[in-house]
């Protein structure tokens, strides 16, 4: 019975679902402030990211060290979905939660929990800065988390760090094609600006976020070209066997295509069942696309490393 509901209101929603966001003009983006302690000791000169797993990736640079979709479960857990549909994850993580770092402040698409699990939930400190999506942070303000800063589509926020500066401006996302949107949660891609000129940043990345291609994304190299690095949210995940709601292979090339970004990595793959493109597929893609050298390919675990750009 649950089945036939959830493909019920699916129908539905596909079949009878008319966008009125078209006729609404666009409000002005919003810009958000964030003031972090200083740090106890000098920055390294390099920046690193390393895979966790999922989408979970740990970003440290310029003093900075940022925590996104933190997922944390191990292989045999489950996931909630939304409307009875569950997933199980296939993988660990390279970390467990224990084992982080002192975390600065956490960069979360959405709130789903292969993004935000239950174990996250409970344990992760409730005082740490989460940047999400306005929804996502009204949830998580009732979950007990004091500090969270919701972002519409380009709204930013500006961070420091003693002498260090990072702004996170939300990117486009969105979950599902037209019409599904409303079964499924508000999802935002982020670009990184490290460094006080974000006309000019020392370092800008991408993340996508749990995103299908859409015309949105055409805006991202228009307002933040040049950038850096690409963290890719692959998997071609597919609820119910049937409607995709992340990028597969195929995707994951055309998002580089449009964004262009100097090195790209993807990650969200392989973990949980409902993902049902996997990595081979991307880098079928990317092969066939001659795009090899600007890949980075992380197991669980491993890091890239980065310097400052060049610009």
């Not at 200083?38 to 970003?59: D, E, H, R, S, Y």
Request: aromatic share 8%.
């Amino acid at each position: 019975m649950v089945l036939v509901r959830v493909v019920w209101m699916m129908v539905m929603f596909l079949s009878g679902c008319v966008m009125a966001s078209a006729q609404t003009k666009a409000p002005e983006s919003a810009t958000l402030a964030l003031r972090l302690p200083p740090a106890g000791a000098p920055a390294a000169a390099n920046g690193t990211v390393q895979f966790i797993g999922t989408a979970t990736v740990l970003i440290r640079y310029q003093g900075f060290t940022i925590l996104t979709d933190p997922n944390f479960l191990h292989k045999g857990d489950h996931v909630h979905l939304g409307y009875g549909i569950t997933s199980e994850r296939l993988t660990n993580p390279a970390l467990n939660l224990e084992q982080l770092p002192p975390i600065d402040l956490v960069v979360l698409s959405h709130l789903h929990e292969d993004h935000f699990d239950r174990l996250v939930q409970e344990k992760l400190d409730k005082n740490i800065p989460i940047i999400t999506t306005k929804s996502a942070a009204n949830k998580l303000k009732d979950m007990g988390f004091q500090r969270t800063f919701g972002l519409a589509t380009w709204d930013r926020i500006d961070i420091e760090k003693g002498e260090a500066r990072l702004r996170i401006t939300a990117a486009p996302g969105r979950h599902g094609k037209a019409g599904m949107q409303a079964l499924l949660p508000s999802v935002m891609g982020s670009v990184l600006d490290f460094g006080p000129n974000t006309a000019a940043p020392a370092y800008r990345m991408y993340v996508s976020g749990d995103t299908l291609i859409y015309d949105d994304l055409k805006a991202i190299p228009q307002r933040f070209p040049g950038v850096d690095l690409a963290l890719l949210h692959l998997g071609g995940t597919r609820i119910l066997g049937v409607f995709k709601v992340t990028m597969d292979g195929k995707d994951g090339v055309t998002l580089m295509q449009i964004v262009q970004p100097k090195k790209a990595i993807p990650i969200h793959y392989d973990d949980y069942d409902v993902f049902k493109s996997p990595l081979s597929d991307f880098a079928r893609e990317v092969k066939a696309a001659g795009l090899d050298q600007q890949v980075v390919y992380l197991a669980h675990g491993d890091t890239y490393t980065f310097g400052p750009a060049e610009h």
